[in-house]
Nanobody, 122 residues
Framework: QVQLVESGGGLVQAGGSLRLSCAAS????????MGWFRQAPGKEREFVAR???????SYADSVKGRFTISRDNAKNTVDLQMNSLKPEDTAVYYC????????????????WGQGTQVTVSS
């Protein structure tokens, strides 16, 4: 079973930036889809971004142009650079892995990290 560990969350003012990182265990990281989801209090977990094994990328409309997902297969990491943060970006952010060419379908992801809190103050 792969282990995913997120880091990089914190408190930032609106307009600021944060960079989240997710470290994955295992030797076949490069073959998986990696995604970022988030869950705000009282809301369902929602898709943020994903990157396929071949490098294809997709973003939720709400973060397009502000967030950038990237992966380093040599280091088994996937990062999420978040710029121009807004208070509505406040949530717990989760890293997830899929064996499929998944995008926003949560059920397609079979491994999840513990989450990292991002709080954006106005």
């Amino acid at each position: 079973q792969v282990q995913l560990v997120e880091s990089g969350g914190g408190l930032v003012q609106a307009g600021g930036s944060l960079r989240l990182s997710c470290a994955a265990s295992g030797r076949t990281f490069s073959s998986y889809t990696m995604g970022w989801f988030r869950q705000a209090p009282g809301k369902e977990r929602e898709f943020v971004a994903r990157i396929w094994s071949g490098g294809s990328i997709s973003y939720a409309d709400s973060v397009k142009g502000r967030f950038t997902i990237s992966r380093d297969n040599a280091k088994n990491t996937v990062d999420l650079q978040m710029n121009s943060l807004k208070p509505e970006d406040t949530a717990v952010y989760y890293c997830a892995r899929s064996r499929l060419f998944a995008t926003g379908n949560r059920s397609a992801y079979d491994s999840w990290g513990q989450g990292t809190q991002v709080t954006v103050s106005s």
